[in-house]
């Protein structure tokens, strides 16, 4: 009896240091909060490769599972089906990647090039919806308009005259510089990265005996079982929501291309690539990319933004009632409150990235706290139903009964 609590108040005193130990670095963390950060920047950098390599792998793996099943039926030799499938999931790789950038870059090159060389025909237009708005009252329009009219003047003498663009050389030198060496260590981030991600779809089915051989062996069979339950609830969200809002986005990009070109609307390709891309983000995604898209079109006929406005409420319409739903399913099982809740979280301590894999992360935690509570209310012989906690009162102690 005494060995017995002599145990327990061990349990409890090793338990109380654990959590002060958890307070002092949850506290250490929001005080060193900058520093934190940029030791986070400076880790993300160095490990840029293999993350660009697991991202590709974990896109890519379902392609390279059934290639691997496909080879299986006529060769027997495993390295064999493993070097086929790794090549043929490359061959795809290049060939969207190829394709969509032989497709897209000269289009959207051709829209910018356009849209510069159309400054001064949109600074005349905007001009003359000055002259319009202040007709009657010509001071105001006299004093707004030979401020804009300098500031147009300027622009343009930046962009088209040497003088101007040589008095800011340095300036456009050492952005040049920059730019060009974020270029370089992104293709180089790159090129490594597919590298990494041939090796890891090769060695996946080993990473993950591994992984599971070290649950097992830190972990009783009980404890390790449910980790491995959870790991595959983890990758099943993910692997649902992020595959499906990628395909999902892709449908709608070509949608809203489809029709734009029915519209013959101007900057057809790019507004299409822009509605696509920023379509991954959920619920934020279509309003990022409809503004950019809005001005450039009001800039050419204020008619045709009021058409392209109407048309991508529509198509988001379809997209957030039938499209998404038909393809994402209940891959998250959160609702609309939380995924917003998730995306302004998560995008604010991550920025773009967070709000793209926000609302899976917070399905997953939902998932886990609500498991947590269940398990802890079945214990103690509670319901476990929402419904029976609504108009609740109290419970009574030793009856167990619920008092509304």
């Not at 147009?152 to 962009?159: A, F, N, Y």
């Not at 489809?258 to 991954?280: E, H, R």
């Not at 959920?282 to 809005?294: D, E, L, N, Y």
């Not at 006929?301 to 499209?323: A, H, R, T, Y």
Request: net charge positive; with cysteine.
């Amino acid at each position: 009896m005494k060995e017995h609590k002599f145990y327990e108040y061990v349990c409890w005193g090793v338990t109380a240091v654990v959590v002060i130990i958890s307070c002092i670095l949850v506290a250490l963390l929001f005080l060193r909060w900058q520093t934190v950060r940029q030791a986070i920047r400076t880790v993300n950098t160095i490990l840029a490769p293999i993350t660009y390599g697991a991202i590709l792998a974990y896109l890519l793996s379902p392609v390279y599972n059934r290639l691997r099943i496909l080879l299986k039926k006529g060769v027997k030799k495993e390295s064999t089906v493993k070097a086929g499938a790794t090549v043929g999931s490359l061959i795809l790789l290049v060939a969207v990647v190829f394709g969509l950038f032989s497709m897209i870059i000269p289009e959207v090159w051709k829209s910018i090039a356009g849209i510069i060389n159309s400054i001064p025909t949109y600074a005349q237009v905007i001009s003359g919806w000055i002259e319009e708005i202040f007709a009657n009252n010509p001071d105001v329009e006299a004093a707004i308009l030979d401020n804009y009219n300098e500031a147009v003047e300027k622009l343009v003498t930046w962009l088209q005259s040497e003088t101007g663009l040589m008095a800011n050389i340095e300036k456009v030198l050492t952005g040049l510089y920059t730019g060009v060496i974020s270029i370089i260590n992104a293709v180089k981030n790159i090129l490594i990265g597919i590298i990494v991600m041939v090796y890891l779809l090769n060695i996946k089915d080993t990473l993950c005996a591994q992984g599971k051989k070290i649950i097992y062996g830190l972990f009783s069979i009980h404890v390790a079982n449910e980790i491995v339950e959870k790991l595959r609830f983890v990758h099943k969200v993910f692997g649902g929501f992020i595959i499906g809002k990628l395909v999902d986005s892709l449908i709608i990009g070509i949608i809203t291309f489809i029709w734009l070109s029915i519209l013959k609307m101007p900057y057809t390709l790019l507004i299409s690539v822009i509605i696509g891309v920023t379509n991954i983000i959920p619920f934020f995604g279509p309003f990022i990319g409809a503004i950019p898209s809005a001005i450039l079109l009001l800039l050419v006929s204020p008619k045709q933004c009021i058409w392209f406005l109407v048309s991508i409420l529509v198509i988001q319409q379809f997209d957030g009632n039938i499209l998404g739903p038909k393809i994402l399913g209940n891959s998250t099982g959160v609702s609309s409150f939380w995924v917003l809740f998730s995306i302004l979280f998560f995008g604010g301590i991550m920025g773009p990235a967070g709000m793209i894999i926000g609302v899976p992360t917070f399905a997953v935690i939902y998932r886990l706290v609500a498991e947590f509570v269940e398990k802890r209310l079945a214990a103690r012989e509670l319901s476990t139903a929402t419904e029976d906690y609504g108009d609740l009162d109290y419970i009574d102690e030793k009856k167990k009964t619920y008092i509304r």
